[in-house]
């Protein structure tokens, strides 16, 4: 999945690039209409790809890429997509961060071929839950366990959404919220749910996972499990490997 932030305000054009992305299973989309908003949703969600319109009110799109900007690796993220008229003068003298400028009005599919053609460096094959359960299972995972389901969500939810693994309390309340239960019942069970994992000292994991699971003999805490866990996924399938 690839995560679009589109920053534009009464825009025709980009209305329909937004309803096209949203109805596509292969893309995750959000918009805003302030230059305020864009920069806290970018920090927020870290987005693959940023798409920004000169329509956007209170900030220049300049002021936009200059605050997004100022993290030296966010600078080097090549992954924004201005959309500007034929007469804008672009007043930036670095580039780092602008992958490519698209002027209007769009020539047709302009600019969805340009997030196509972008998207490929970002797209996150879909994870099936049969492969979730292997993976589990292979490190001695109960699937009877109360915990079990939370944790097959939890990794499935952070797959996609990578950024929320450095907030384990927003995973741990978007699971309550989803399964109608409590913030303790959610943690609780995962912590019981992880025992056995900690406990064992072989796994029928491959090389690579148990290489990253591996904690100098130490227990790991449910936010570094589930961490290296997502990180591995993503990998992995990215190579086009199955387990």
Request: hydrophobic share 35%; with cysteine; glycine share 4%.
């Amino acid at each position: 999945m690839v995560n679009v932030l589109i920053g534009s305000k009464n825009t025709a054009e980009l209305d329909i690039l937004y309803q096209k992305l949203a109805n596509d299973k292969n893309y995750r989309v959000e918009n805003v209409t302030t230059g305020k908003d864009t920069v806290n949703m970018y920090l927020k969600t870290n987005p693959d790809i940023l798409i920004l319109d000169n329509s956007i009110t209170d900030m220049s799109i300049e002021e936009v890429v200059g605050r997004l900007s100022s993290n030296p690796l966010e600078r080097k993220k090549c992954n924004t997509v201005l959309t500007l008229p034929l007469d804008y003068n672009i007043k930036m003298n670095r580039y780092e961060k602008i992958s490519q400028v698209v002027y209007k009005p769009f020539v047709e599919k302009q600019l969805s071929n340009v997030v196509k053609e972008l998207a490929i460096d970002f797209y996150t094959p879909n994870l099936e839950i049969g492969e979730i359960d292997w993976l589990l299972q292979s490190l001695n995972f109960n699937y009877l366990s109360g915990g079990y389901r939370y944790m097959k969500k939890a990794i499935s939810y952070c797959y996609y959404r990578p950024e929320e693994l450095e907030y384990l309390n927003n995973v741990l309340n978007y699971l309550a919220f989803e399964f109608n239960t409590t913030y303790s019942q959610v943690r609780d069970s995962l912590n019981a749910c992880i025992r056995p994992f900690n406990r064992a000292s072989e796994y029928n994991c491959p090389d690579e996972l148990f290489k990253m699971l591996y904690n100098n003999g130490h227990k790991l805490s449910l936010k570094d499990f589930l961490e290296r866990v997502v990180i591995y996924l993503i990998k992995t399938k990215k190579q086009g490997r199955m387990f």
